[in-house]
């Protein structure tokens, strides 16, 4: 199995890291357009390999996509990541053309490639891959629900005093500040719904800083995370990679599901071989589903934007 993961820069080491650490494919190519670092990000992690116990092969290239030719996989992260105080949506106008480009190549070269897309705005960036790619929808997944549902847990492990791995949850909507829709009425801690445990100030506490989560990180770094996002999304290959048929909540296109149509929005779904091998329809309550129409509104503004 051979993995593309484009731009070789804080979250494109980071995935090329955790899949190599795995042990799960045969080959990652780096591939950035800044001379020499996608070679040496490259190398620098093979040399990591007979000190972490891993086999994958990893290489890089300065823009020759003829080397990530039969990729089965293909991560986009190339683009700008956000500055302290900068939304995601800020970053449209660069990354977009980037990730047009970016796709263009890729596909050439890999006709059957299945693509995750991380730039930002992610949801738009999907969507823009969608419209531009002439990809099956099965085989473009965005990468958001499933990062942003990690920092959910993290902080509901928090109030709840309790160890994450006691604890479930689930992201859906936008990857935004204000359109993530952190689902607490089916958060759990052991099977009892955490509401049970946590009073309104700590729900409130946990919903808020989870829709930071990113902004938080981003002030504290002065750009924007790494680790998280590249263990994100090499959980996402790996159930492509093994057929996992693993549930991850992705920015997906959406045809009627969750009252949507033309629009990529987090969803729950079944990642396996094939990509998307199928959307789940979680029953929102009232309240959620208001929500998940005004991430809507407000992703399909973002969309707007571009121009094919
Ligand atoms: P970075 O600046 O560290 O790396 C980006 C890399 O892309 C750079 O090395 C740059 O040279 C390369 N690049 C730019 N144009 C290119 C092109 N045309 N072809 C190939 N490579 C190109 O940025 P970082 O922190 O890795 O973030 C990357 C993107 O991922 C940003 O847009 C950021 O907002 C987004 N992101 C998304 C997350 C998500 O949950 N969806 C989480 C974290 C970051």
């Known amino acids: ?21 795995k042990n799960f494919c045969s080959e990652v190519v780096l591939v950035d357009i800044k001379e020499g670092f996608a070679e040496g990000k490259a190398m620098d992690l093979m040399q990591t390999a007979s000190l972490n116990g891993f086999d994958t092969k990893i290489t890089g290239t300065t823009g020759d996509y003829s080397k990530t030719a039969g990729s ?36 050439k070269h890999s006709p059957d490639v299945i693509i995750i897309v991380v730039s930002n705005p992610m949801d738009t960036m999907a969507y823009l891959v969608h419209k531009t790619s002439g990809l099956a929808k099965h085989k473009i997944i965005g990468m ?9 847990k993290y902080r509901l492990a928090e109030a709840l005093e309790a160890p994450i791995s006691d604890v479930d949850g ?18 759990t ?4 719904p955490v509401t049970e445990f946590l009073d309104a100030e700590q729900q409130k506490y946990v919903i808020e800083e989870t829709k930071v989560g990113g902004a938080t990180l981003t002030k ?8 998280a996002p590249g263990a994100a ?8 990679a093994c057929d996992q048929k693993k549930m991850i909540p992705c920015s997906l296109m959406l045809e009627g599901e969750y009252g949507q149509n033309d629009i990529c929005l987090g969803v729950p779904a079944i990642i396996g071989a094939n990509g998307v091998e199928k959307i789940v329809n979680v029953t929102l309550t009232a309240e959620e589903q208001l929500k998940f ?3 809507a509104n407000a992703v399909r503004e973002v969309n707007g934007d571009l121009k094919f």
């Open 293 to 295: 129409a005004e991430a």
């Open 189 to 192: 801690r052991n099977g009892v």
């Open 144 to 152: 958001g629900g499933a990062l942003d549902s990690a920092r959910f």
């Open 233 to 240: 999304v090499s959980v996402m290959v790996q159930a492509i």
């Open 72 to 107: 089965h996989v293909a991560v986009i992260t190339s683009g700008i990541p956000r500055k302290p105080g900068m939304t995601r949506e800020e970053l449209i106008g660069i990354n977009a053309g980037i990730v047009k480009d970016v796709t263009e190549n890729l596909v």
């Open 170 to 187: 689930m992201v859906i909507a936008a990857h935004s500040d204000t359109g993530m829709l952190p689902l607490l009425s089916k958060a």
């Open 220 to 227: 504290l770094l002065g750009t924007s995370a790494w680790y």
């Open 1 to 21: 199995m051979k993995v593309t993961v484009v731009g070789a820069g804080a979250v494109g080491a980071s995935c090329a890291e955790y899949i190599a650490m």
